[in-house]
């Protein structure tokens, strides 16, 4: 009498990793945002604490600079009394900060915080309108372009701020 041979189940093996699924899962649509996204959160941080360290007038801004217009024309409209000169940039950043200092105090970390936060939601919206009105990639390269923009701002503050 011949044995018989035991079929196994193939239902019943385990499956052994294959070393293809990490590039299906790279090439995952959620997971070049996710990385995209991230990517723009780490420069931010990365200009922040670069901007903290190196801009002396970081926390108090001196008269003559942008930052000093626009924390005083705030400061004035959560006083009551609207700038008596006419506005010479964006006019609702005026309001923006004013909103911040209202939530947060007359604390100049609060409303750039804030603006990392929308710089990178606006990384996230490029990327949605471009793939709505053209396809994913085009999205993508858009998002990443939004997210490096804070690279070039970085060198381009650095360079300024070692000017004599």
């Given at each position: 009498m011949a044995k018989?041979?035991?079929?196994?189940?193939?239902?019943?093996?385990?499956?052994?990793p294959k070393k293809w699924d990490f590039l299906k899962l790279?090439?995952?649509?959620?997971v070049i945002v996710g990385g995209i996204l991230l990517?723009?959160?780490i420069l931010r941080v990365v200009y922040f604490f670069?901007?903290?360290?190196?801009?002396?007038?970081?926390?108090?801004?001196?008269?003559?600079?942008d930052t000093y217009m626009?924390?005083?024309?705030a400061k004035e409209i959560l006083d009551g009394t609207f700038p008596k000169a006419p506005f010479g940039y964006n006019p609702l950043y005026y309001y923006f900060l004013a909103l911040c200092y209202l939530i947060s105090g007359y604390n100049l970390i609060f409303p750039r915080v804030v603006q990392f936060i929308l710089g990178v939601v606006t990384c996230l919206l490029t990327y949605l309108?471009?793939?709505?009105?053209?396809n994913k990639t085009v999205g993508m390269i858009g998002a990443l372009l939004c997210a490096l923009w804070y690279v070039r701002q970085s060198v381009c503050r650095t360079r300024w701020m070692e000017e004599p």
């Open positions: 018989k041979k035991k079929k196994v189940k193939k239902g019943n093996q385990t499956k052994s790279v090439k995952n649509e959620y990517l723009a959160i670069q901007l903290k360290n190196n801009d002396p007038y970081f926390f108090v801004p001196h008269e003559g600079d626009y924390v005083n024309a309108i471009g793939k709505q009105l053209f």
